[in-house]
Nanobody, 115 residues
Framework: QVHMVESGGGLVQAGGSLRLSCAAS????????MGWYRQAPGKQRELVSH???????KYVDSVKGRFTISRDNVRKSVYLQMNNLKPEDTAVYFC?????????WGQGTQVTVSS
């Protein structure tokens, strides 16, 4: 069974940084796009960033210039470096990946930014 395991969330002051990590494990034959969504209280889940298997990257406008996504295909992992965090970045962050032609999701990690 394929699993996605996240780490790296926490509490940080505005202007601080966090790095999220997510690793896929299990019987994996292919991984296409990998990325991150987030869901704030009372809001819909939104795409934060994704990176294709050939390195094409997309960011939501609100994080451009502050967040950086990367992936390590050998480690089957995706990362999100978050700098200059703002209170409005507070949310549960979910990683996902198209593994074996199916979308797989992590369990979510809480990111809280205090003002």
């Amino acid at each position: 069974q394929v699993h996605m395991v996240e780490s790296g969330g926490g509490l940080v002051q505005a202007g601080g940084s966090l790095r999220l990590s997510c690793a896929a494990s299990g019987p994996i034959f292919s991984i296409k796009t990998m990325g991150w969504y987030r869901q704030a209280p009372g809001k819909q889940r939104e795409l934060v960033s994704h990176i294709s298997s050939d390195g094409v990257i997309k960011y939501v406008d609100s994080v451009k210039g502050r967040f950086t996504i990367s992936r390590d295909n050998v480690r089957k992992s995706v990362y999100l470096q978050m700098n200059n965090l703002k209170p409005e970045d507070t949310a549960v962050y979910f990683c996902y990946a198209a593994v074996n032609l199916r979308n797989r999701w992590g369990q979510g990690t809480q990111v809280t930014v205090s003002s």
